[in-house]
């Protein structure tokens, strides 16, 4: 035990617990979405550049911990169907950096918002208000998880 009262084996069974709920949960919501067949890795950077800006492949492939060719791969695919654009870095114009595009920003719209209603249904018909009040308590602990990963 620490000095909280938790064992190696409470951080274990929370720990595989966690990845087992997360997963389903991610899982499902991935199998709803139809909006223009963007995959997880894809989604995620287009996010990624909405929220901070331009940035190198590089620098994107160290964020998403991907190899630099899985990361150009994916920018290639996004560059095809228009959802982000590559320039000359104005400071460097040896390097490139990608930018996401409107079309880019509305795939991220349309697939948020088709998560959040498919959400808010759930949590609406099948969870009290008593109960959305404790996930939403928790929600703090698992940005903070997921930013530790």
Known sequence: ???????????????????????????????????????????????????????????????????????????????ERALVRRRQDAADGRRAVMTVTDAGRKVLIDRRSESVQRLTVVLDEDFTPAERRKLLAVLPLLDRLAERL
Not at 12 to 29: D, E, G, K
Not at 42 to 54: C, Q
Not at 55 to 66: I, K
């Open 1 to 79: 035990m620490d000095e909280t009262g938790t064992s190696a084996d409470d951080a274990t069974r929370t720990a595989a617990a966690l990845r087992l709920a997360v997963a389903r949960i991610a899982r499902r919501l991935r199998q709803t979405h139809a909006v223009g067949d963007v995959t997880l890795s894809e989604v995620s950077v287009l996010a990624r550049l909405s929220r901070d800006g331009a940035d190198s492949p590089g620098s994107l492939a160290e964020l998403e911990r991907v190899r630099p060719q899985a990361m150009a791969s994916t920018l290639a695919t996004l560059e």
